[in-house]
């Protein structure tokens, strides 16, 4: 078994009621946050305005947090695929803690830098013990659909 095997099936055995609630709260405080960032557009407007050379960056990082946060919050707050939803998450907070106060003010959407540190360490967190026992996976795992007896024809 490797390295990462090990971690999941560690996770999976570690994983307290408790914390699928934070893991459903985390989801949707994510959530909240894409949204706010869709309503704050002008700070990306003036991180385009101040460097016209990064206009396709800075329109790849405004859609990428976006679409991040909201599917992968409300991922994260089903349950659904949990650690890759952490994952795609964590570079976003990474850029928050480190971009938090330039000149853009692009990630004005964490005003406190406790609050991103939190973040950062919930989605770790989850990237490791996984989505628990309240969760989407956690249903499908335990039902798994029947196998139905198809009839093919071969031509």
Do not use: C
Not at 122 to 137: C, E, K, P
């Amino acid at each position: 078994m490797d390295t990462l095997q090990k971690v999941v099936r560690w996770g999976d055995h570690h994983h307290p009621v408790w914390l699928s609630v934070v893991r459903m709260l985390l989801g949707l405080f994510l959530m909240a946050v894409g949204v706010l960032f869709i309503m704050n557009r002008d700070a990306l407007d003036t991180l385009i305005n101040t460097k016209p050379a990064l206009v396709t960056v800075a329109f790849f990082i405004g859609h990428y947090i976006v679409f991040v946060h909201i599917v992968g919050g409300l991922f994260i707050a089903m349950g659904l695929e949990t650690r890759f939803s952490a994952i795609v998450n964590i570079p976003v907070l990474l850029g928050a803690l480190l971009f938090m106060h330039s000149r853009t003010a692009l990630f004005q959407v964490y005003p406190v830098l406790g609050l991103s540190a939190l973040v950062l360490v919930l989605l770790i967190v989850f990237a490791i013990t996984g989505s628990g026992r309240l969760s989407v996976d956690e249903f499908m795992r335990r039902h798994p659909e029947r196998k139905r007896n198809h009839t093919y024809i071969d031509f």
